[in-house]
């Protein structure tokens, strides 16, 4: 079935240091998507992406979607104690499913 | 807009006792989904409602899992009997309309422990 690797799986970072976190498919995806889950919370959507190739921005944070459509990535510059959760991708494999495949996460961890 | 709710937030229950999760979706959105996260690993789809029809049940572990949907508004995930690997936090959420990758709101979870 369907896999997607995220790595790392835990990242402590200064405030104020930039953070990537990486997920590959073994399979062309339809879409990803990015989810953050605050401590204690639930996962909440970030963001879509469809298009090979797709880069979106929101405020620090940039997404970007391969150009295979199998892999993304998550980049948050210059951190704040504010984005300290775990980041999630995951995405729709075959046309037209609805079944969500996640990443295992990426512990985010911010030292003022 | 009230958001996804879900009913127990904990549960500890002995191996062999039933148990029986709720979730309330956001009002008006068909489709509904729950989803299973066992300690350490990533959160795993388990089966997908479009109103009260199973659309997608591949991702249930075996036949002690029972999810219902009836007259298409709440759900229902039965665990009978519970075993020590169904621990974990179940998430629910749904999204609105027809599309898939329409975005999925999820539920706060319930924490499971099955001692």
């Known amino acids: 079935g369907q896999q997607v690797m995220q790595i790392p799986q835990y990242q402590h970072v200064q405030e104020g240091e930039d953070f990537t976190t990486y997920c590959n498919s073994s399979?062309?995806?339809?879409?990803i998507q990015w989810y953050k889950q605050r401590p204690g919370g639930h996962p909440v959507f970030l963001i879509q992406?469809?298009?090979?190739?797709e880069v979106k921005k929101q405020k620090r944070l940039t997404f970007q979607f391969g150009e295979a459509k199998k892999n993304s990535s998550l980049h948050i510059t210059a951190t704040q104690t504010t984005d300290v959760g775990t980041y999630f991708c995951?995405?729709?494999?075959?046309?037209?499913?609805?079944?969500?495949?996640f990443g295992k996460g990426t512990k985010l961890s911010v030292i003022p | 807009e009230a958001g996804v709710t879900q009913f127990p937030s904990h549960s500890v229950i002995e191996k062999g006792q039933t148990v029986t999760l709720r979730c309330d979706p956001i009002?008006?959105?068909?489709?509904l989904y729950w989803y299973r996260r066992v300690m350490g690993k990533e959160i795993k789809f388990l089966l997908h409602?479009?109103?009260?029809?199973?659309?997608?049940e591949s991702g249930m572990p075996n036949n002690r899992f029972l999810a219902e949907r009836t007259g298409g508004t709440y759900s229902t995930l039965k665990v009978q009997p519970a075993e020590l690997e169904d621990s974990g936090v179940y998430f629910c959420?749904?999204?609105?309309?027809?599309?898939?990758?329409?975005?999925?709101?999820f539920g706060p979870g319930t924490r499971l422990t099955v001692l």
């Open positions: 959420a749904s999204s609105h309309g027809t599309a898939p990758y329409n975005e999925q709101f």
């Open positions: 399979t062309t995806l339809s879409n």
């Open positions: 992406l469809v298009k090979s190739g």
């Open positions: 995951a995405g729709h494999s075959g046309a037209g499913s609805y079944q969500l495949t």
């Open positions: 009002s008006g959105h068909d489709n």
């Open positions: 409602f479009v109103k009260e029809s199973k659309q997608d």
